[in-house]
């Protein structure tokens, strides 16, 4: 999966997988628009990992990000992201860190299985975001 940096024009991806996602290996991918981590809805166990997820920050033009993952996730890691309108989390874990509150661009948020803390909804809720529950 090393090689998919060198694809600089993509402008969406959506990548599927059953076992480990190594975000550093998405890192370079500055023209991506629209990114799709983790599993397809068709599977219904999953055992998909993300890692080196603090790399999604280096993705700066992505406007769609949508993570479904095992694993705990941690808003810092895309945060950073300037221009995201949408985004979508599913995980078997936890959303962990308050910092998804400075995503000014953020427009609509959607959590599968869980929920955000009473914090972040408020606050988000306060900035005017859309914020959808689906189990």
């Known amino acids: 999966m090393n090689k998919l940096n060198e694809v600089k024009s993509l402008k969406e991806l959506k990548l599927i997988c059953f076992d480990e996602i190594d975000c550093a290996d998405l890192s370079q991918l500055e023209n991506l628009e629209t990114l799709y981590l983790g599993a397809d809805e068709s599977m219904s166990s999953t055992n998909t990992k993300l890692k080196n997820t603090h790399y999604l920050n ?3 033009n992505v406007n769609k990000l949508y993570i479904r993952c095992q694993n705990d996730i941690n808003c810092e890691d895309f945060a950073k992201l300037e221009n995201v309108e949408t985004l979508s989390l599913d995980t078997d874990g936890k959303i962990i860190g308050d910092e998804i509150c400075d995503m000014d661009s953020l427009k609509e948020i959607t959590i599968h299985e869980t929920k955000l803390s009473e914090k972040v909804e408020s606050t988000l809720r306060e ?3 859309t914020i959808k ?3």
Request: aromatic content about 12%.
């Open 58 to 60: 280096e993705l700066k």
């Open 127 to 129: 900035k005017g975001v």
């Open 133 to 135: 529950y689906e189990n």
